[in-house]
């Protein structure tokens, strides 16, 4: 195992967050692709049919994300200590949990996708299409929660190049299979499905073979004793109900949204789910600075290395703000440019552009939170997660029906990026407190 790691600096920040970001940029062109192939499909109704599958997927397979966040932070602090043993055995609880969560959405399959697409809403035709895509997706899932704990792991372990080279070949199967199931077999809605699942089982194939050319050789046999080791188990299961709930909140923010939206019509419900494009790959980005903060400091908490976790806040925290800057000009000058991208459509392209400048400002107003994710998932102090998405949640609620009477769907945009700040406003708040509880256990 390495040495304790050396506080880092610009150079070791990028080498780190600049492959993350390329990482996460690939993985919201799972959602892109398949709703460039959906919007071009005849009528809205399939693209709003993807975008509610897609969504309901989301909450059931990112509703689960704590099987990256929390691999990332127990991984990252055994990286820190250079221990071998530990990092092992965290990485097979994380993915024995990752193969059960799954098994289990699969048995459940069929209520969960009725009722989920029928809770989201909208017409007859954007259920069935909702409905069709969802129970194909689904199908992965084990696979598919697998490849957040490979990244998950990847990531603690500062393998960047490899967490970036698993990415972009899952998107690679992604882009060639769905232009093969929809262009040339004409298999519309379930074509997209079905390349995306393809796209999650094998990238878990690839990612399981770098681990096992990474193990560490010389460890003792892995145990089931071992694996269901109480107080590990625990902290295990403590750290990924949090981030769960956590995940949850933020979900059900996105799906009242989406559920919202389609009340307004199937045109504005795609309109939104275009611009929900725009937010999800600058969400990806912005990430990319957060894993990297999660990787240093969960190293430099195991390490005990107190200057350096502080400093490495700061460095990350000043480098997502320029990003998100990038992101917002990006969308200012070349939004319209991609909403046609997207579609060729003509009302969902004027809708799309009418509600553009909330896709501007967004960068903006979420940096704050997502970075911060990042400082508290490294620091495993997952409770302050948890209590910012709640609060935030109670806020969208609080204010979506006043500004949905007074503005429509621009009053929903509102909403949304209210839910947002007031997230980065809560962690903002708690930051203080947590590191005085960081500083005594830090050296």
Do not use: K
Not at 42 to 71: E, H, I
Request: hydrophobic share 60%; with cysteine.
């Amino acid at each position: 195992m390495n040495p304790a790691p050396a506080a880092a600096g610009h150079r070791q920040l990028l080498r780190l967050a600049v492959p993350i970001v390329l990482a996460n940029l690939t993985q919201p062109l799972l959602s892109a692709v398949d709703t460039a192939v959906a919007g071009h499909l005849p009528g809205p109704a399939y693209l709003g049919g993807v975008a509610l599958g897609a969504l309901l997927l989301n909450l059931l397979f990112w509703g689960f994300s704590f099987l990256r966040m929390g691999t990332t932070g127990l991984a990252a602090q055994a990286f820190g200590a250079g221990d071998a043993e530990r990092l092992r055995d965290t990485l097979a609880r994380a993915l024995a949990l990752a193969f059960v969560i799954g098994a289990v959405l699969l048995v459940f399959r069929e209520p969960l996708v009725s009722l989920g697409v029928s809770w989201l809403g909208g017409s007859a035709q954007v259920q069935s299409s909702g409905r069709q895509y969802a129970s194909i997706r689904v199908l992965a899932a084990p696979l598919a929660l697998g490849n957040y704990v490979v990244l998950g792991y990847l990531l603690a372990c500062q393998r960047v190049r490899q967490g970036l080279a698993v990415q972009v070949f899952i998107n690679l199967v992604n882009i060639v299979a769905v232009l093969v199931f929809v262009r040339r077999f004409d298999w519309g809605v379930a074509g997209i499905a079905a390349a995306t699942a393809l796209a999650d089982v094998l990238g878990f194939a690839l990612g399981g073979w770098l681990l096992w050319l990474a193990r560490t050789p010389g460890l003792p046999p892995l145990r089931l004793a071992t694996l269901v080791e109480r107080s590990a188990l625990w902290r295990l299961l403590r750290l990924n109900l949090d981030i769960f709930l956590r995940t949850l909140f933020l979900q059900l923010a996105f799906a009242w949204f989406a559920r919202v939206g389609a009340r307004l019509g199937d045109v504005t419900l795609a309109a939104n789910a275009l611009l929900l494009n725009f937010q999800t790959f600058m969400a990806f980005g912005l990430d990319g600075f957060a894993h990297a903060a999660e990787a240093l400091v969960g190293a430099y908490v195991g390490a005990r290395q107190r200057q350096a976790l502080l400093h490495a806040i700061r460095l990350s925290m000043g480098w997502a703000l320029g990003c998100a800057v990038a992101f917002a000009l990006v969308y200012a000058v070349a939004g319209g440019a991609i909403i046609d991208a997207l579609t060729d459509q003509p009302a969902l392209r004027s809708t799309a552009r009418e509600f553009l400048p909330w896709a501007v400002l967004s960068p903006m107003v979420a940096v704050w939170c997502f970075q911060l994710d990042g400082v508290f998932i490294g620091a495993t102090r997952t409770r302050e997660l948890l209590t910012s998405s709640l609060i935030g949640l109670l806020v969208f609620g609080a204010v979506m029906p006043f500004t949905l009477d007074a503005w429509g769907n621009h009053g929903l945009w509102v909403a949304l990026m209210a839910f947002l700040a007031t997230r980065g406003i809560v962690l903002g708040v708690l930051l203080p407190r947590i590191w005085r509880g960081l500083a005594r256990q830090i050296t």
